[in-house]
């Protein structure tokens, strides 16, 4: 596959013209549903939307209620959960074997974004089942260094593991997702261990932004962060 031909078969595009409408309604019925910074979503273009990851909800309520269909890599063990397995399917996610380097799904997340598309990642890797952040892992800095695309931070607050139990009781949870504005990460280069301290970092900043968009019991490993420091106090923003 070329890196810059990415092509979302027909039928693809029609489960997900049911899909969408299908899970925003659901969720709009389980729940009550807040969404802020719509206005910085870019018109058209490629671009990241990187998020949090407490649970399995965080993907269905971004992909449900986004205002287009963006393509979003997941980790590859959901595509063998029953249920789950179904939906991924028909969507047709990305899968991600985590902690492996895989040059096919790279180039597929790649030539995604070359295509113009909006690709869906959470930098932590895996679900946390705890509000709290955890460190990510480099792979968003890579994709976007190589991609050179602006990547779009996100939180999401109240798609903890207990959100179905709690709907289902008839609490109608609130869920959130709060969008920030667009970031372009410094390039990257140097010697091999320039670049990993480069993308561990640019991953940090990435995550940091997601953190001023969400409460401090979410903040978790980022709490502490100097660019949320910064914002605290009205100073200006690390480089």
Same mark, same amino acid.
């Given at each position: ?5 990415y092509h979302v078969p027909l039928y ?14 659901? /969720?709009?019925? /389980? ?41 979003? $890599? ?32 790279i180039d597929k997340m790649l030539s ?34 190589? $991609?050179r695309v602006p990547v779009l931070p ?53 995550? $940091? ?31």
């Amino acid at each position: 596959m070329s890196l810059d031909t990415y092509h979302v078969p027909l039928y693809i595009r029609f489960a997900r013209w049911i899909l969408r409408p299908t899970i925003r309604g659901l /969720l709009l019925l /389980l729940g009550r549903v807040e969404i802020t910074g719509m206005a910085n979503i870019p018109r058209d273009g490629p671009y990241l939307i990187a998020i949090n990851h407490v649970s399995l909800f965080e993907a269905p309520f971004i992909l449900s209620f986004w205002p287009v269909a963006p393509e979003a $890599a997941g980790a590859s063990d959901i595509w063998h959960r029953p249920g789950q397995s179904i939906l991924v399917r028909l969507y047709a996610g990305i899968p991600v074997h985590r902690g492996e380097y895989d040059r096919k799904v790279i180039d597929k997340m790649l030539s995604a974004l070359r295509s113009g598309r909006p690709l869906l990642i959470a930098p932590e890797g895996t679900r946390s089942h705890t509000p709290g952040m955890r460190r990510a892992h480099p792979g968003v800095a890579y994709i976007m260094d190589r $991609a050179r695309v602006p990547v779009l931070p996100v939180g999401i607050v109240g798609t903890t593991d207990d959100f179905l139990k709690r709907a289902l009781r008839g609490e109608r949870p609130l869920l959130e997702m709060h969008i920030g504005k667009s970031l372009e990460l410094p390039p990257i280069s140097g010697s091999a261990e320039k670049r990993r301290i480069a993308r561990y970092n640019n991953a940090d900043s990435v995550m $940091a932004h997601i953190a001023t968009l969400l409460p401090p019991e979410y903040r978790g490993v980022y709490a502490d962060h100097p660019f949320l420091r910064t914002e605290a106090t009205g100073g200006d923003r690390p480089a």
